[in-house]
């Protein structure tokens, strides 16, 4: 890890948390629990719902195996990304005034938030 370390360097608690659970979670793995925004878990449970993956862990799986993978890849993952940002910056180009966009945010923050609901593992 290169310049990546200097974009998260005021995470020392979980930095500290990340060192002394790395012998541990190489001999038995690692669960923790995870947030996705509304758009990301629709997009997965799509995914598990079609029978993609079995379920949301499943999904993590594989995504992070596909991120170690590409890692190597500097080039690869900068030019998608570069494209990635240029679809972006087009979809941009054709959107609504900031400011109605803004209104809109600060009106839909302002609403209070449904509880996300909890997917729960299926004993097999």
Known sequence: MDNDEDAFADN???RDQAKALRE???AGGLRFETYLTGDQADWLLERVECGLFIDPSEAVFAIVQNFRELEPHRALR???LGRMLDASAADLES????DEVFDELRRELAQP???PP???KIAR
């Open 118 to 120: 909890r997917w729960e």
């Open 12 to 14: 020392y608690a979980e």
């Open 78 to 80: 900068d030019e998608l």
């Open 24 to 26: 541990q979670a190489r």
């Open 113 to 115: 938030r449904p509880e």
């Open 95 to 98: 959107a609504r005034p900031a």
